[in-house]
């Protein structure tokens, strides 16, 4: 059976710190110290800690230990097997299937567990207690392959973003620009369900409520793009604070206009473009991380708008259960909801819109 990439790079580290151990250089306590060490950083850990640095340095294996610490989570998905083996009790046949990791890489794994005379389960724990989600880089993909988000717009939120979709696309902001994109922020609250399944593991099932949309005036927009305001949103995170504080700045939305509906079908309109997921990464840290109340934004909205008579036959729309259409007031309308991963990206995957406009003028997409 041919090595590993794991299995060569840890085996240099283990089998080194075994000589040592038998030399009498290092005792038994240093010895399980430095393979719980090595077992954090296995589970991908952000930082190496400080005595596996120093015993790797004096040994001459820096760069193996950098080499093994670059791969984790990006190369070798060891940290996303972990968590869902450990954390998530999925089946070690699906995570094999899934994160690409050998039965012998999880037998090396099962090997560092016992040299350091440790629980692996409290020890993912404890990580956990350390660092934020949003520290574990890695974890997104764990949620994206695990969680589902069923997103939940109320009458009143759905009517406020429309109303400035409606008005920017419809009232031209200039002789040269027939409309404009607009950039809103929406609020409301999460909650959650979790259920485990044999072999699957534990699911979790995200529902987002979004009570308000509240478009930003002060946002710098024209036909293909829409800057927000830095100085508008402390003002909506202050002001809804008081007149709001059961809620929180649960996501945002941002209209992406076009002159025909045959565009829309034509460019898939109603998907967010690597601008827009690197604007929602931006926002979604810059909410995170507010000294006076911080906000986890886990939804992100676009609107695809376009003049078109209302028609039954549309061709190339999306098939997506993230995206409704409709037709109003002489336009085509698309809604696409994306969710926001721990690490701040975007995606599509297990999420369900859901709108109590659907039974009457909504329509899957």
């Known amino acids: 059976m041919p090595v590993t990439f794991l299995q060569r790079n840890v085996r240099k580290i283990t089998d080194r710190i075994g000589r040592r151990s038998l030399s009498g250089e290092i005792g038994k306590k240093q010895k399980q110290n430095l393979f719980r060490a090595l077992f954090y950083v296995l589970m991908g850990e952000p930082l190496i800690p400080d005595n596996l640095i120093e015993f790797c340095e004096k040994e001459k294996l820096e760069p193996t230990l950098n080499r093994l610490f670059e791969s984790l989570g990006t190369r070798c998905k060891l940290p996303q097997a972990l968590h869902s083996r450990i954390i998530k009790s999925v089946s070690l046949k699906r995570v094999q299937e899934k994160w690409g990791i050998s039965k012998s890489d999880l037998s090396l794994v099962k090997e560092i567990v016992k040299e350091a005379d440790i629980d692996p389960q409290d020890e993912h724990h404890l990580l956990h207690r350390y660092y934020e989600s949003g520290d574990l880089e890695w974890l997104a993909e764990v949620e994206n392959e695990q969680d589902e988000v069923d997103v939940i717009i109320s009458v009143q939120a759905l ?19 027939p409309f404009s994109e607009v950039f809103g922020l929406c609020l409301g609250m999460a909650s959650r369900n979790r259920t485990t399944k044999k072999g699957l593991g534990q699911k979790t099932k995200w529902f987002v409520y979004v009570e308000k949309a509240v478009p930003q005036i002060r946002a710098k927009s024209d036909a ?44 898939r309109g109603w998907e967010a473009s690597p601008q827009d997921s690197t604007d929602i990464a931006l926002l979604y840290r810059e909410l995170k991380n507010l000294k006076s109340r911080k906000h986890r934004m886990r ?41 926001i991963l721990s690490d701040g990206s975007m995606s599509e995957k297990g999420v369900v819109l859901q709108s109590p406009y659907r039974e009457t003028f909504l329509k899957v997409a």
């Open 224 to 267: 293909s793009s829409v800057i927000p305001n830095a100085r508008s949103i402390n003002a909506l995170v202050e002001t809804s604070q008081s007149l709001f504080p059961q809620l929180e700045i649960i996501g945002d939305y941002h209209s992406h206009p076009y002159h025909t509906a045959g565009q829309i079908r034509r460019y």
């Open 159 to 177: 009517e406020e973003m429309l109303l400035g979709v409606f008005e920017t696309y419809k009232v031209p902001k200039s002789k040269k620009e």
């Open 299 to 339: 939804v992100s909205f676009v609107i695809a708008i376009a003049r078109g008579k209302a028609s039954r036959r549309i061709r190339n729309a999306s098939r997506s259960t993230n995206v409704v259409r409709f037709t109003m007031a002489g336009c085509h309308v698309y809604i696409s909801a994306y969710r």
